[in-house]
């Protein structure tokens, strides 16, 4: 199993950057896809998920209509795109795939990618 963000890195604010994340070894449309955030000295939250039943969307107050969650199931990809970035939208982002069936759950990661929001 495999999750591999790319998108990542220095914009100023109020640009924008389109994160991806490349998923391989598992049924990539049977899972809810998440972007989580984790920046430094912080907890790790939520950003946006997408789910696999009905390609639904939910977003952290932070980031509603800034950013847009999306999936490919035929490319195992999901996106993350990000307008009007705020300094504080700077953290490692983070894919996350998740499936619950009755008491089982998967729960898959991948290794992050920065996003620094600077001028």
């Known amino acids: 199993v495999q999750l591999v963000e790319s998108g990542g890195g220095l914009v100023q604010p109020g640009g924008s950057l389109r994160l991806s994340c490349a998923a391989s070894?598992?049924?990539?449309?049977?899972?809810?896809m998440r972007w989580f955030r984790q920046a430094p000295g912080k907890e790790r939250e939520v950003v946006a998920v997408?789910?696999?039943?009905?390609?639904?969307?939910d977003y952290a107050d932070s980031v509603k209509d800034r950013f847009t969650i999306s999936r490919d199931n035929a490319q195992n990809t999901v996106y993350l795109e990000m307008k009007s970035l705020k300094l504080h939208d700077t953290a490692v982002y983070y894919c996350?795939?998740?499936?619950?069936?009755?008491?089982?759950?998967?729960?898959?990661w991948g290794k992050g990618t920065q996003v620094t929001v600077s001028s």
């Open positions: 996350n795939a998740v499936r619950v069936v009755l008491w089982a759950r998967n729960d898959y």
């Open positions: 070894g598992f049924t990539f449309s049977l899972y809810d």
């Open positions: 997408i789910r696999s039943a009905d390609g639904s969307t």
